[in-house]
C-alpha cells in the first residue's frame, strides 16, 4: 500500500488525509501541538461561520486576486458543498441574516471530534507532538516524544498554516526549511486585522465601545459592519475585510451614516438650530452615540459649521493610522508558498510529490466563511491529486 504523509492537522490536513485514505492509501499524520485544529477549535468560540451562502461567482469575487487559482477548487467544495460534508458529520447547520453558515450549536467540537472519529475509522494514524525539524533527499525528520523520527513517505501534503495565532500552531517556522531547501517564500504580512491608531488620552473611556452601522472605506474597498474602539485602535469585522487596502497604507475613511443620502443628511444638518451648540445639535438631530461623537471629536476638531462640508465629514471621516496589527494578532495573515511555485494541483514545481494546501499558501481571504471554505477546498484539492500523484507513478494499493 503506498504511503502518504500530511504534516499539520488543521482544516486543510485533515481534509487532504481523508481523501487520501477514500483513495485507498495509508496516511500519517504528523501534528506539532498536542491535540489537532487549535485554531479551528479557537474560531468555533465565536460560532464557527463556515462558509457564506450565496452566488458562487459572488463567493468567488471575495477572494479578489487569488480567485483564479482558487476557482477549481471552489467549484469543486463551494458553500453547498461545505454544508453537506458538515450535516454528513452530523451537525445541523443554519444560515444566518447575512447568509453566514453556522452549526446550529455554535461550536467547532462536536464537528471536530466526529471528523477525528470519521478518520480514526478509516484508518488514519495520527501521531501529536510530532515537529517537522528536518527535510532531505525525500526523508521528513521529527522530534517527537519518542525522539527522532525519519519518515520516507510516497507522497507528502504539508498543510502548516500562516504565521498568525503561534500558540495555536501557525507559527510559520517552516519557511525555514523551504529557505534552506532554496524554495522561494513570499513574506508574511497580517491580514484580518485589527488596525493601530494613536488615541489621545480623551479616548480611553470609550474603549470596548462599538462603532456600529458604518461603511468602511479603504482604497477601492468598502464594508458595512461595525467595528470597536480598542486600546490599540480599531477592530472588528468591519474593517477586517479591508485589509489587503489598509496593508498597502491606505487611509481608512467612514461613513457614519451610509442609510441617508448625502441629501438627505445635509437637507437635516440645514435646520435651524436657534441657540443650541453644534455639537447639541448634532448629538440631537442625529442621534449620534457617545462613543460615535468621541471618534469625531477625536478626528475631526474643529467642526465646520457649514451644512455641506459637514455632511462630507460625517459620510467621509478619515481615520489616520499606524498600519495594522501585529503578524500573531491577526485572524490570518498573506504570504507564504507563492502560487508561481505551484502546479495547479498544487504540487511544488520543484519537488514532484510534494504538494501545499491550506494558509501556508499565499492568498489572501476575508473572514465571514471564505477562509475556512477555501482551507477545506485547498486540502480536499491536494489531497485528491496527491492520491492521482501516486497511481500515476505505478504506486497501486495491494
Request: include cysteine; charge should be neutral; glycine fraction near 10%.
Amino acid at each position: 500500500m503506498s504511503k502518504a504523509l500530511i504534516i499539520g492537522g488543521g482544516p486543510a490536513g485533515l481534509m487532504a488525509a481523508e481523501m487520501l485514505l477514500d483513495g485507498g492509501h495509508q496516511v500519517v499524520l504528523a501534528e506539532a501541538k498536542p491535540t489537532l485544529a487549535r485554531k479551528f477549535l479557537m474560531a468555533g468560540k465565536s460560532g464557527l461561520n463556515l462558509s457564506k451562502m450565496e452566488v458562487f461567482e459572488q463567493f468567488l469575487a471575495a477572494y479578489r486576486a487569488d480567485a483564479e487559482p482558487l476557482r477549481p477548487m471552489l467549484q469543486a467544495f463551494g458553500p453547498e458543498d461545505a454544508r453537506a460534508w458538515a450535516e454528513a458529520l452530523g451537525q445541523e447547520m443554519f444560515t444566518g441574516s447575512t447568509g453566514r453558515l453556522f452549526p446550529k450549536v455554535m461550536k467547532a467540537s462536536p464537528l471536530l471530534r466526529a471528523w477525528i472519529t470519521r478518520l480514526s475509522n478509516k484508518g488514519l494514524e495520527i501521531n501529536l507532538r510530532w515537529r517537522w525539524t528536518d527535510w532531505q533527499d525525500g526523508a521528513f525528520h521529527f522530534d517527537t516524544p519518542d525522539g527522532s523520527q525519519v519518515l520516507t513517505p510516497d507522497v507528502t501534503i504539508l498543510a502548516l498554516g500562516g504565521a498568525s495565532w503561534a500558540r495555536l500552531g501557525s507559527d510559520g517556522t517552516w519557511t525555514r526549511q523551504f529557505v534552506r531547501n532554496g524554495l522561494k517564500i513570499t513574506p508574511f504580512a497580517p491580514s484580518n486585522a485589527g488596525l493601530l491608531v494613536d488615541w489621545s488620552p480623551y479616548m480611553a473611556k470609550h474603549f470596548g465601545s462599538p462603532i456600529k452601522n458604518a461603511l468602511f472605506r479603504s482604497g477601492d474597498m468598502e464594508n458595512r459592519g461595525e467595528a470597536v474602539i480598542s486600546s490599540k485602535g480599531l477592530e472588528g469585522g468591519g474593517i477586517y475585510p479591508l485589509s489587503p487596502a489598509l496593508r498597502s497604507g491606505s487611509t481608512l475613511h467612514i461613513d457614519l451614516f451610509p442609510h441617508l443620502s448625502t441629501a438627505e443628511l445635509q437637507k437635516r444638518l440645514e435646520k435651524p438650530r436657534g441657540k443650541q451648540s453644534l455639537s447639541n445639535v448634532l448629538r440631537k438631530t442625529l442621534k449620534i452615540p457617545p462613543a460615535t461623537w468621541a471618534l469625531i471629536s477625536e478626528v475631526a476638531r474643529p467642526l465646520p459649521s457649514a451644512p455641506s462640508e459637514l455632511t462630507d465629514l460625517l459620510k467621509n471621516l478619515p481615520l489616520p493610522h499606524q498600519g495594522l496589527r501585529h503578524l500573531d494578532e491577526a485572524i490570518s495573515t498573506t504570504g507564504g508558498v507563492p502560487w508561481a511555485s505551484l502546479t495547479p494541483e498544487l504540487m511544488l514545481k520543484d519537488r514532484p510529490g510534494l504538494f501545499c494546501a491550506g494558509e501556508m499558501v499565499d492568498w489572501d481571504a476575508p473572514t465571514g466563511g471564505y477562509l475556512l471554505t477555501a482551507c477545506l477546498a485547498m486540502g480536499r484539492w491536494a489531497g485528491l491529486h496527491a492520491s492521482q500523484f501516486l497511481y500515476n507513478h505505478g504506486e497501486t494499493v495491494e
